[in-house]
């Protein structure tokens, strides 16, 4: 039902199955005073509003503990480093990036543990879905990360949470019920302000297929297996990550533009540490807006960084070319796709020897 004002109620029932309480826990929250409502009748009526900074003051408040991270890699008896369990890295970022490299995590984590001090500034040059980046301060694995991303339609979300209103970020995603037309909306508005920009992201993000945010990329319509769009949709997740993002903001530091100047600005200094994941050459086209780069210019950067570095490539020839010019090591590791397919992927570096156990 609507108040004079425009303003949707719901019954205690239907609250209560918004929110995954069973009625009798929802009315007593109601009675403590928790979730505002007013008395109709022997029911109560909670405001769609209220009930949306509810679930949000339920997802924010108390602060997830991760678990310590596993430092070394997963090994079989003879040594050789086995398939990471993506399951047990934690699932940090609000995007689900095509290309992201969660399952890559344990790399990242052992790389920077190899090295002799800890890095002052973690860089990710291209950062996307920024799991690198919010895995090294999560787990205080570098002071602080610099968060590189081209796509305005993706660094807006990465400023609203560091440096924006992500409270109201949180609010509307919270309150937001997908349907064809809210989708449509959602989107069409995304030039209003950097709010409904990176509100327009996330929408897309989530009702597209794959996560792919470049031009021309097909919305669903139904949802997974006909369910409709809110089976694509988990706001309490969502605004959880947003909200212990947003926690360690100090420490993040959100940067729109070419990842390529920022690491030329940043060659000379001794403390960074650079995890550089561009678009792969071949497939980076249907993913990413911005995948056209200079592939030597980019090795030529690497080989005057002062900082360490661990790149991750697809297997191209012409990337082990450029490798091997500069006298990078490369190690190939086995991934599996989204789809079950079995990929080979290149890890470069300067020094690779903490590859190897012992
Ligand atoms: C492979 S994806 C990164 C995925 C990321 N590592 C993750 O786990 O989510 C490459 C990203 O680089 C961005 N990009 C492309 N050219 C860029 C440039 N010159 N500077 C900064 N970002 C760029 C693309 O928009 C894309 O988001």
Request: hydrophobic share 40%; proline share 6%; aromatic share 8%.
């Amino acid at each position: 039902m609507e108040d004079l004002f425009g303003q949707h109620y719901l019954s205690s029932n239907d609250a209560a199955q918004v929110l995954g309480y069973t009625v009798q826990h929802t009315r007593l929250l109601i009675r403590q005073g928790q979730l505002p409502a007013q008395k109709l009748g022997r029911d109560w009526l909670v405001s769609q509003g209220d009930l949306a900074r509810f679930r949000v003051s339920q997802t924010t408040s108390p602060p997830r503990r991760l678990d310590t991270p596993e430092v070394t890699l997963p090994r079989a008896p003879n040594g050789e480093i086995s398939a990471v369990n993506v399951s047990q890295v934690p699932q940090l970022s609000p995007f689900r990036y095509p290309g992201g490299k969660t399952w890559l995590i344990p790399y990242v984590r052992a790389w920077l543990h190899s090295s002799p001090s800890r890095p002052r500034l973690f860089v990710e040059p291209f950062a996307g879905g920024a799991i690198a980046s919010l895995t090294a301060v999560f787990e205080d694995l570098a002071e602080r990360a610099m968060i590189v991303e081209m796509d305005e339609d993706v660094s807006v979300v990465w400023k609203v949470i560091l440096r924006g209103d992500y409270e109201q970020l949180m609010q509307r995603i919270m309150e937001f019920l997908p349907s064809p037309e809210s989708v449509r909306l959602a989107i069409s508005e995304q030039g209003l302000s950097p709010l409904h920009h990176a509100f327009a992201t996330i929408v897309r993000n989530r009702m597209a297929r794959g996560g792919i945010l470049a031009p021309g990329a097909g919305i669903v319509k139904n949802g997974e297996n006909g369910k409709g769009l809110t089976s694509r949709w988990y706001p309490e997740t969502l605004c959880r990550r947003i909200g212990e993002i947003a926690r360690r903001r100090k420490r993040l530091d959100p940067l729109g533009g070419d990842g390529f100047g920022v690491m030329r600005a940043l060659a000379s200094s001794d403390g960074a540490a650079y995890f550089v994941d561009p678009p792969y050459t071949v497939a980076g086209r249907r993913l990413y807006k911005h995948s056209e780069m200079d592939h030597s210019e980019l090795f030529r950067i690497l080989a005057r960084l002062e900082g360490s570095f661990l790149a991750t490539y697809d297997d191209a020839q012409e990337i082990r070319a450029l490798a091997d010019k500069h006298g990078f090591a490369v190690h190939v590791i086995a991934m599996k796709t989204t789809h079950h397919l079995q990929k080979q992927e290149l890890l470069i570096s300067r020094d690779l020897a903490w590859l190897t156990p012992g």
